[in-house]
């Protein structure tokens, strides 16, 4: 495994500093000893990145998808070792590796089909109309052009489809853009064999170095350098909402500003109506699933559940708290993570007003850093009072609010901030009747889900992850998804231009064939 | 003509404090005071705002489109007081404000039509797909919504068309966000009447109350109100760099930062190739109308030609002047600009390196705030060498670069910042040879032109109005033609819902008939 870091073609030593990986399962170092970069060859990346977008932008989409295909080929032809290593650095089973494996491939071939579809590049054509009074129409063609370079910050809880070649590094280098990635510190080794998976794929077909590098940094600077750099157009982060806004704050002070996209906190409401609370207490207990797998470390985990006092109710706590008994603790991502959740769980029962419902009583003692599932109850009177109890307690911990009438379930949700999704479960046609929850729901979060779970990210054409800040930091964009390679393009039009000179997706005779609203009428 | 501020269905009377507009061309005061609004009427429109939006968001998109016609009738229906009124107010000529009601009617009529195509809402479906392997395929629909309430600041350049019901606000309420204005102060008069068109138009076509509002103030203190407010969540504005950025930082000291989309200085390069320099100086020298008409007081006014030295130049430079000499001076929209135009012109001939090759001499001496053409030249050395040279300085004017090579120009071309638009005119082949030049110009600006001016900007489907910093706050937007709703607008997805209580457009048996992605095939 080459440890330092990789800038183009090269792998560089660093400034000096080398930090290693930590089991957090055995509290133990792992092997290979990574090179903290130096500001200076964050630049250079940057900089390299700048000179290869120029080629890469010009690069067909067939080209291109050959790239993002033969990087899923090289992470597979990594094999065992790599779900090995993930799971050592990250505490994550093996078997939700190979799933997560599963996706991150996935997403770059998703990416690779978009390309060769090509309607995604939102080609408009108006013809010119010489003849139009008052005044003659011009010819103006628009279409998506990429950003620039764009810095991609790995995220701990998914060391595979949201780091070095995930979602973000997919979108973005199907949009045009050249990657630096700031590696996350938790699971280094991970980073390392993907970065080189990536770097065989560019070098068999043929990208311009620049296209992709990569840095290791244990601490912050590094990553403050790739934001503040001159030459970059766009960063993407999925975090905490410290570190989201961190990024954002950087980003401001630069003489251009640039977007960050960051994906940041939610607790995923989920409400439970009468209706299914009365008719199905036992199937909604299931939802202790949802809430403490993988130690709850997904950005959609439902982190309250909120429903109002009636029929039920009290079967479904019995229930829940039976099905959270029996749920094993397990590892969370990083002794920090470890240590937040326990702090901002125990921050939630030292008040009052909380009450522990539901506790996991099987603590695997043979491992480190348990996050022990915990579900918890207050009232919707005591939870409005108090803003601390939205706080996200990242882990395997979800809240219930008990509301005394419906009333008190709207406002409920009407004092929350945005999120990523919102959840509801409602039985027969009771949904009808709660329309301006519903409404509310579509209000403050990206997706609303009917009758399931928040958890289990679909990755497609339809899927919006994203939502109003705090969850993230533009709501008109998503992370996950086709759709989620427009963050990384700006629309350009030119005005009587020369056909031969036109780049292919705007030539009158459409040679690559895509879907084009042409003087006002969507066809190929 | 009603001059208090209208917030909601009410006029209401302001802080105590009263202003009047001037008359550019005159320097007198002109009819009408009108009431500085006080912050607690500006928190009350946004309030009144906000609650509408719940009532305004879920009304059809038919019922939307007769409001917006319905604001267009009103809007003729003034008559020529209101061109009488926005001349005397913006110093503007009657038959350019005629054009630009049209204009500001189409805008109108061109969302109206939008609306009932239906296709913007970018309506993505994929449904179910339950023995998928090895995880079943959820049903998820993917629409766009409204953001919320919309704070419109009207520009000074289009008393009509960027200001009271022009395009942000054309877009925004197509896009099903309430809007509140904050009326220019250079033309309150054109704002009454307008306003009150608006609101006519509102009450013809039942809108919520609060759709619509409007605030005056000669002062900063509203707009940094309504940009602060919380229900406030998406900002529009066309203007200064710094008028810009000021409600950018405003927005950034939000606990919820919102987009705020500037659209701000541009200088809108120009170059001129060899082959075009040595085959139609006298046509190039036609530049002088883009150059000085109204004043120069256009966004994507040529304030930079660019060229290397060679056969043609001296003619193009003759005949230039020769254009320039006999163009009258205009009014300009205020004092103050006409005040900063001399003061940056002035600074620009303080400087050694600039001369004037064009200068008109004909000076209206009897109006005031005369913006009088002129064109300097400085060689392209000595414009590398000072980053003040890329001021924008807004009125007729125009620099004339000279490079002594291609190098140069090239150089030239590179060290510009982010513009809205850059043109390039170019002989036979010409253009061909020169790709690293247009890759460039694309790079830096959102629109590029081939042999024609930048000016008269289309407003259809294929415009981008937008670019790079400074040229706006964000390239991927633009503030002009049908993808200007998209400011406003963010996706939302439903999952596993119930098909009764989904959005009309998300509808399996899509009622709108609008066309839609339905299992990764574009269909109706």
Redesign the interface.
């Known amino acids: 495994m080459e440890t330092r870091n990789l800038i183009g073609n090269s792998y560089r030593p660093g400034n000096g500093n080398k930090f290693k990986a930590v089991d957090p399962a055995h509290g133990v170092d792992l092997p290979g000893e990574f090179y903290a970069a130096s500001v200076a060859e964050a630049n250079n990346a940057m900089d390299l990145a700048d000179k290869a977008f ?1 080629a890469y932008r ?1 690069i067909g989409p067939k080209k291109k998808a050959a790239f993002l295909r033969s990087i899923a080929d090289e992470i597979i032809a990594i094999g065992d070792a790599l779900l090995e290593r993930a799971s050592a650095e990250s505490g994550l089973p093996v078997p939700r590796l190979q ?1 997560e494996r599963a996706r991150t491939t996935n997403q770059l071939k998703m990416f690779a089909d978009l390309l060769e579809e090509g ?1 995604w590049v939102e080609a ?3 013809t010119a109309i010489p003849d139009r009074q ?2 003659p ?2 010819d ?3 279409m998506m ?1 990429p ?2 370079p764009a810095v991609v910050f790995g995220a701990s809880n998914f060391p595979l489809a949201f780091s070095v070649a995930g979602g973000d590094t997919a979108a973005a280098l199907a949009a045009g853009c050249p990657v630096v990635v700031k590696a996350h510190p938790a699971h280094p080794g991970t980073s390392a064999l993907v970065a080189e998976a990536i770097r065989k794929a560019a070098e068999a077909t043929a990208m311009p170095e620049g296209v992709f590098s990569i840095l290791y940094d244990d601490g912050y600077a590094i990553g403050e350098t790739l934001v503040k750099h001159p030459k970059t157009k766009i960063v993407t982060f999925t975090g905490s909402l410290k570190g989201g806004m961190a990024l ?1 704050k950087i980003s ?1 002070e630069r003489d ?4 960050v996209f960051a994906e940041m906190g939610s607790i995923n409401p989920l409400i439970l109506l009468p209706g299914a609370l009365k008719n199905r207490p036992a199937e909604l207990a299931k939802l202790a699933g949802p809430i403490t797998n993988n130690a709850g470390q997904f950005c959609t985990q439902p982190g309250l559940l909120i429903t109002i006092n009636g029929e039920g109710l009290a079967e479904f706590k019995t229930a829940l708290a039976g099905e959270i008994k029996e749920i094993m603790s397990s590892t969370m991502l990083t002794p920090g993570i470890c240590a937040n959740f326990n702090k901002l769980a125990g921050n939630m029962l030292a008040e009052d007003a909380v009450k522990i419902i539901a506790k996991s009583e099987k603590v695997d003692t043979t491992k480190n850093n348990q996050g022990v599932p915990l579900v918890t109850e207050i009232s919707a009177a005591e939870f409005l009072l108090d803003e601390k109890f939205k706080e996200e307690v990242f882990g395997p911990y979800s809240m219930l609010i008990v509301a005394e009438n419906r009333g008190e379930l709207e406002q409920v949700v009407n004092s929350l ?2 999120q990523l999704t919102a959840s509801i479960y409602a039985d027969g046609d009771e ?2 009747g709660y ?1 301006n929850v ?2 509310k729901l ?2 403050i ?8 779970p928040p958890t ?1 990210v ?1 990755v ?5 992850h ?1 939502g ?3 969850a993230t ?4 964009f ?1 992370s996950v998804g086709t ?1 989620s390679i ?1 963050r990384f ?10 056909e ?2 036109l780049p292919d997706e705007l030539k009158t005779s459409n040679p690559l064939n895509i ?1 084009r ?1 042409f003087n ?1 009428e ?1 066809k190929k």
Chains 1, 2 share one sequence.
């Open positions: 120029t010009n799933g309607s408009i054509i108006d008052p005044l129409r011009l103006i063609r628009k052009v950003l620039g954002v401001r251009e500003p640039i977007p901030h945005g949904l009808a329309k519903t409404d579509a209000d979060a990206g997706r609303v889900i009917l009758n399931g289990g679909e497609g054409n339809a899927i919006q994203g109003p800040f705090p930091s533009d709501s008109r998503t759709s427009k393009v700006r629309p350009v039009c030119w005005q009587n231009w020369s031969d000179l879907w609203l006002n969507w």
